[in-house]
């Protein structure tokens, strides 16, 4: 019986890991395939609700589409239809990853973590989110790219 129930608590536990990621969806404006996982912490289903003057952090899980040595974030928030480059201050997308260092080999499998500071001068707004990764060898082509909504919400 009690083998059982560990064993039960297993598959259980594995299965909860497995639903935690994120809902994200393929890119529009950007042409570059979805990463393997995204999780976006604290949020499962979107919209995703991010803090204002506060950090909301995501990770992401990939397959390195070729090898890749100069690599960098972007994001691209539309509101009402409005194109907004979004700063997000981290030049180097090397220093988030967290499993192997770069460059990275073809068919590597990484892991990569963002903290993303929401600036205290942005309203409350509700945004679809491109977020993506370029190779600025390649005249920054994206590889991989996820799109989620995103509600900037005040600090409760
Ligand atoms: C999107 O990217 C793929 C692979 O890089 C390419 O084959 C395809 O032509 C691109 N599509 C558009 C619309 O640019
Ligand atoms: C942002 O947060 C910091 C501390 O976390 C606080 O000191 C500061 O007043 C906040 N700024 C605004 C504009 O709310």
């Not at 994120?22 to 395939?33: E, L, R, S």
């Not at 899980?61 to 194109?83: D, M, T, W």
């Not at 981290?90 to 990484?110: F, H, K, M, R, S």
Request: with cysteine; charged share 15%; hydrophobic share 45%.
């Amino acid at each position: 019986m009690k083998t059982l129930l560990t064993y039960s608590f297993v598959i259980f536990a594995a299965f909860f890991v497995h639903v935690q990621t994120t809902q994200v969806d393929q890119c529009q404006k950007i042409n570059a395939t979805l990463p393997l996982e995204v999780d976006i912490v604290n949020c499962i289903v979107p919209s995703c609700v991010f803090y204002i003057n506060s950090t909301g952090v995501m990770n992401l899980k990939f397959i390195a589409p070729r090898y890749l040595e100069n690599i960098a974030p972007a994001a691209v928030a539309s509101v009402q239809g409005l194109n907004i480059p979004y700063p997000l201050g981290q030049p180097d997308a090397c220093v988030g990853i967290t499993n192997t260092p770069c460059p990275l080999a073809e068919g590597e499998y990484v892991e990569y973590t963002y903290s993303m500071f929401v600036l205290p001068m942005f309203p409350e707004i509700d945004a679809e989110l491109e977020f993506s990764l370029q190779d600025l060898d390649r005249d920054k082509e994206p590889f991989l790219c996820f799109r989620v909504a995103l509600s900037l919400r005040k600090p409760k």
